[in-house]
């Protein structure tokens, strides 16, 4: 788990798990890797976890980020949209 950005309105969180699947049936077969970003939107205490198109397609906007230097208003805008797909609210046990 990598925090990739944390803002007074957004946290990003970029999670990646090893599959032992593979393992279980071949220790010569790799690992398989899956990856997905939870946005978390305080403003709405929603979160939503993103995985396979799309977390291909945020990854394409972090790749992008890192090649303009966008600005932070940039940055939130984009993860407001992507914060629109949460349903899931937020609880702290």
Not at 25 to 41: A, C, M, W, Y
Not at 58 to 64: K, N, V, Y
Request: charged residues 25%.
């Amino acid at each position: 788990m990598n925090t990739l950005y944390d803002s007074e309105y957004f946290v990003v969180v970029h999670m990646m798990t090893a599959s032992e699947d593979c393992e279980s049936l071949d220790s010569n077969l790799p690992k398989l890797t899956r990856h997905g970003f939870e946005i978390v939107d305080k403003r709405s205490g929603r979160e939503v976890y993103l995985e396979g198109g799309w977390a291909e397609l945020f990854q394409q906007h972090i790749s992008a980020w890192h090649a303009s230097a966008p600005t932070q208003e940039e940055v939130e805008d984009t993860l407001a949209s992507f914060a629109e797909l949460a349903q899931t609210t937020i609880t702290l046990h």
